[in-house]
């Protein structure tokens, strides 16, 4: 059992890593090339990309649970209309979504907090960001699916590809040709074409293609990959969201400096957090099939290493974290100020990165297996908390009220991560399927 489940995480947790790193290469290459006020654009604009990354991989993982749910209940039909399904969703979504961005990402941007010289440099990044929408949309959500197949190793080399032409082209688009901020959006674009083409491949394989039928949009079938899909859009979507009030608060009590110095804290929280989630996720399809099985037995052991390797990883990264907080702002070339304030929020930053490892792997665990109510309080209360705790904390404390927020939150979110999980029921019988 452990190496069919290792055979899940490890490649789950490749995967999520190489999202992150899609991201960070961006802000080192764009730190070194514009320094703060090219940080500052991509952090004030990332907000808006993450929402393309959080739709496909919402939409992407909801319909990976449906299909493990009725495949363990042994309703084959429904898990593959939940999964034909999950394509009409990544199309008609990824249209709306691009569509939106285009005619309002400038106004939204304001609404941010570009203002100024800021404006036009976080515009060009989203107006370039845009040109690959869809195709963004569609990688995010196809990776899941594949990875639920048990194709972790093939979902994990698709995105690797991705994330290496990522790299290469960020360094000679920002740095050799001086493109900076549309260098740094067209990298990540091309880097996951080639994800989708990959990923296309795979389904183009003859065991693997979904039927025409199942791909014509079934309500009840939505209708529960939406259910679902709600909690893993907001755990990819919540640091975007997290961001805009840290964004807003930091300008208003620090100016730019702060914005600088949150976006390299979030960069590197953000690397933590996805590693864990992938540890979460990677472990969604054996714990999927177990709750539908019923098969209690498994379930347990499975959630035990899952969130032993969450917290492992949680508490080593925090170690790390401190131990190379003084030679972080020189890698991303932050200006003294930004540098002086990386330094001094950095040990309760560390905190956060602990925590994840109790509350991320968590909001996994509870939508895997079907908890969705649970998975959603998480979620949605830590958006919530976030917007009490960003706004009240600095009339009390300024700056250091931001800088203390997010550390607040997980705490709260910690506490209520153990009672749910005190509070559990037993795994539900095989006899029925999960989509009425």
């Known amino acids: 059992m452990k190496k069919k489940y290792m055979g899940y995480i490890f490649p789950s947790m490749l ?49 990976s649970v449906m299909v493990s749910l009725n495949n363990g ?32 990402g400038r106004p939204l941007l304001w609404l941010l907090g570009a203002r100024d010289g800021l404006l036009p440099l976080a515009y060009t990044y989203l107006q370039f960001i845009l040109l690959g929408g869809i195709v963004q949309i569609f990688a995010s959500g196809m990776v899941p699916l594949m990875r639920n197949r048990g194709a972790s190793f093939y ?5 690797a590809l991705g994330c290496i032409s990522n790299i290469f082209l960020d360094y000679l688009f920002v740095m050799i040709l001086d493109l900076r901020l549309m260098g740094a959006a067209l990298a990540t674009v091309l880097g996951q074409v080639l994800t989708l083409i990959l990923s296309i491949i795979f389904y183009a394989r003859k065991k693997n293609r979904i039927a025409f039928a199942d791909m014509q949009p079934d309500r009840k079938t939505i209708l529960s990959i939406l259910k679902v899909a709600l909690s893993p859009f907001g755990l990819t979507y919540l640091p975007s969201v997290t961001i805009i009030f840290m964004n807003l608060q930091a300008l208003k009590y620090g100016g730019e400096e702060a914005v600088s110095a949150y976006a390299v804290l979030a960069y590197i929280i953000s690397f933590m957090e996805l590693l ?48 190379v907080r003084n030679v972080l702002p020189v890698f991303y070339g932050t200006s003294p100020e930004a540098a002086a304030y990386i330094v001094y929020a950095a040990p309760a930053f560390a905190l956060v990165m602990a925590l994840y490892g109790l509350t991320k792997p968590a909001v996994s665990y509870f939508y895997a297996t079907h908890r969705v109510v649970r998975s959603s309080l998480l979620v949605y209360g830590e958006i919530a908390l976030t917007a009490l705790f960003i706004f009240v904390l600095p009339l009390f404390i300024g700056l250091d009220g931001v800088w203390y927020t997010i550390p607040s939150v997980q705490v709260v979110l910690g506490i209520f991560c153990i009672f749910f999980l005190k509070k559990q029921r037993p795994a539900r019988s095989a006899s029925s399927s999960y989509v009425k």
Do not use: H
């Open 73 to 104: 209940a042994g309703d084959t039909k429904k898990a593959a209309k939940a999964e034909g399904n999950a394509f009409f969703l990544l199309f008609t979504g990824s249209l709306l979504l691009t569509l939106i961005l285009f005619l309002f």
């Open 276 to 323: 864990v989630q992938g540890i979460g996720d990677g472990s969604q399809p054996l714990l999927s099939l177990s709750k539908g099985r019923g098969d209690e037995k498994s379930l347990k052991l499975y959630t035990a290493w899952t969130f032993s390797l969450g917290i492992g990883f949680g508490l080593i990264g925090a170690f790390i974290f401190v131990l």
């Open 155 to 159: 979902a994990m080399c698709a995105m």
């Open 15 to 63: 995967s999520f890593l190489l999202t992150g790193i899609y991201s960070i290469v961006d802000g080192i290459f764009v730190g070194r090339a514009m320094g703060d006020p090219g940080l500052a654009a991509i952090n004030i604009a990332w907000p808006l990309v993450a929402l393309i990354i959080s739709l496909g991989t919402g939409i992407g993982m909801g319909a």
